[in-house]
């Protein structure tokens, strides 16, 4: 089975290379080839467009940046919707928004193709181990055909229920995510500046029980203050203006969340986009020095 990918960054590229490690043949688009280089180099087909992509495959991914990438990349110029055959299926891995989601599967079906969302939880490090965790929403049949590329991306998949609900779930995710990372940064800074070390910090909130696990990850990132990219801060932005837009449209305050997007959006006004998102500490650090 030919399977198309279109989305070779950070995370896209990853995944792809391990359908190439499952023995899968590839058809890959990117906006900047380079990108997609090690996946040639390793036999991936590379395609000039998304449509030329769609004419070779039977299922199609997509890991792309916002909706509006997303939705050029299947229905803009030399789109792939249109050329996909019938019946053909669309996995969406994109963070985008449970309306989108919906939408997109709306055109997908008038293309007679197929269509799962399909988000991820992990970052750069579980993409490379084949460790994401998949939240699709969709017809119960597709998960079922798409069961062994899951598999091989990822350690576990779950179906949550009709197009959009993988979306709702990975935007509820990534709120937790993104204000408890500020939470604890905001809390490490403050302990430090009361006069705690900041090793005996680390060292109690991490072992506690109020702390979730994946902050244990970061602590060598604020350790050394370097943040070299898993997640992008950029995206954790993106991410939560996507749960805003969620948010809005289902009638839900989310004064919290609404705060920390502001301060990462401060945050990328500071250079700070493409770091990883633990560096939110840096810049409250320095806001607090600042005030």
């Known amino acids: 089975m030919k399977v198309g ?8 590229s990853r995944m792809a290379a391990n359908l190439q490690k499952h023995g899968y043949e590839i058809v890959i688009f990117n906006r900047t080839q380079d990108k997609a280089t090690s996946l040639i180099n390793n036999g991936a087909l590379w395609a000039d467009t998304p449509g030329s992509v769609a004419k ?3 299922i199609i991914f997509t890991m792309l940046a916002n909706p ?5 990349a299947a229905v803009g110029e030399n789109g792939f919707l249109d050329n996909l055959a019938p019946n053909a299926l669309w996995v969406d891995c994109s963070t985008v928004h449970p309306s989108f989601s919906r939408q997109m599967a709306m055109e997908a079906q008038s293309k007679q193709v197929r269509f799962l969302d399909a988000p991820v939880a992990g970052s750069k490090n579980q993409a490379s181990k084949a460790e994401l965790v998949f939240m699709v ?6 998960v079922k055909t798409c069961q062994p590329l899951f598999e091989a991306m990822g350690s576990r998949f779950m179906h949550v229920g009709e197009y959009g609900m993988g979306t709702s779930l990975k935007l509820a995710i990534n709120l937790l995510l993104g204000t408890s990372m500020a939470a604890f940064a905001e809390a490490v800074i403050l302990g430090q500046a009361l006069g705690i070390s900041q090793e005996m910090l680390l060292k109690v909130l991490l072992g506690g029980p109020v702390t979730a696990p994946f902050l244990a990850t970061k602590k060598e990132k604020l350790e050394l203050e370097d943040y070299e990219a898993e997640f992008p ?7 939560l203006h996507m ?16 705060t920390v997007k ?17 560096a939110i500490h840096s810049f409250l650090k320095d806001g607090s020095r600042n005030e």
């Open 137 to 142: 929403g969709g017809d119960a049949t597709d």
């Open 243 to 258: 749960v805003a837009i969620a948010a809005n449209s289902a009638g839900v305050a989310i004064p919290v969340t609404s």
């Open 5 to 12: 990918f279109i989305g070779t960054g950070i995370m896209g």
């Open 56 to 58: 070779q495959v039977e």
């Open 68 to 72: 509006e990438v997303v939705m050029n």
């Open 233 to 239: 801060l950029q995206w954790m932005q993106k991410d």
């Open 262 to 278: 502001e301060l990462y959006r401060l945050a990328m006004q500071q250079g700070l986009g493409e770091k990883d998102f633990s």
